[in-house]
């Protein structure tokens, strides 16, 4: 059973580039959850996704930063005109359900984002 | 939300238990404890959790005061794989689901 996988692993972009990163869940899990986190910090929640819905974006920067988890393929974090303050590792973590009980949440390796 | 106070590094000689404490002494009655550790560089990991009963599992036991306001995950016989930072985390309600809160965390550095 495969764990949560992200791609690519390694990102590095120039100012100004669009960045994808893309996250597919565990088997079975419909729950999407983005976090990021900078060098030598903790990780910081920055959005939650069921398939089609946005539940709570409440961490994501409000500008250049969007996300989406389709109804078919992998969840989407997009970040439009990035900057040097973006580079970072970007980690994906999904879980079968959300609504109350304990819903572990797994993770995926990252994706570490560095922009030149 | 119920915050957690983890000493910020520890040290333990291969072999030995490691013994990572947490203090969480305004969480609610029905939030959860969980333990994740991250080895460098790699995602987080999931440990176990508990709500009050000890927990054990192939990886660790967790060990929960009985007012709940600390707790202590043991790793019975700690290796150098074992060299992670180890996050608590309490459980959050908000928006009718639960939102995971990381913080800093303790840093093990096991010893040969």
């Known amino acids: 059973n495969a764990g949560v996988m992200q791609n690519p692993r390694h990102l590095v972009r120039r100012r100004g580039q669009e960045a994808r990163l893309r996250c597919s869940p565990m088997?079975?899990?419909?729950?999407v959850y983005w976090y990021r986190q900078l060098p030598e910090e903790g990780l910081k929640f920055m959005v939650y996704?069921?398939?089609?819905?946005?539940?709570?974006e409440s961490g994501m920067p409000k500008e250049r930063f969007s996300a989406e988890f389709p109804k078919e393929g992998p969840s989407i974090l997009r970040i439009q005109q990035v900057v040097r303050g973006d580079s970072a590792a970007y980690f994906c973590?999904?879980?079968?359900?959300?609504?109350?009980?304990?819903?572990?949440?797994?993770f995926g390796p990252g994706t570490r984002l560095t922009v030149l | 939300d119920a915050k957690t106070t983890q000493p910020p590094s520890m040290d333990c000689a291969e072999g030995r238990a490691a013994n990572l404490p947490c203090n969480h002494s305004?969480?609610?009655?029905?939030?959860?404890v969980y333990w994740y550790r991250q080895i460098h560089s790699q995602g987080p990991q999931y440990i176990i959790h508990?709500?009050?009963n000890n927990e054990t599992n192939e990886m660790a036991s967790l060990i929960i005061t009985e007012d709940r306001k600390s707790s202590t995950l043991i790793l019975p016989h700690a290796t150098l794989r074992d060299t992670a930072v180890y996050y608590c985390?309490?459980?959050?309600?908000?928006?009718?689901?639960?939102?995971?809160?990381f913080g800093t965390g303790t840093k093990l550095q096991v010893i040969p």
């Open positions: 973590a999904s879980s079968p359900r959300a609504s109350g009980g304990t819903d572990t949440q797994y």
């Open positions: 088997k079975g899990h419909s729950h």
């Open positions: 996704l069921q398939k089609e819905n946005i539940i709570d």
């Open positions: 305004t969480i609610s009655g029905n939030e959860y």
């Open positions: 508990g709500l009050k």
């Open positions: 985390i309490v459980r959050v309600n908000s928006g009718g689901y639960q939102k995971v809160t």
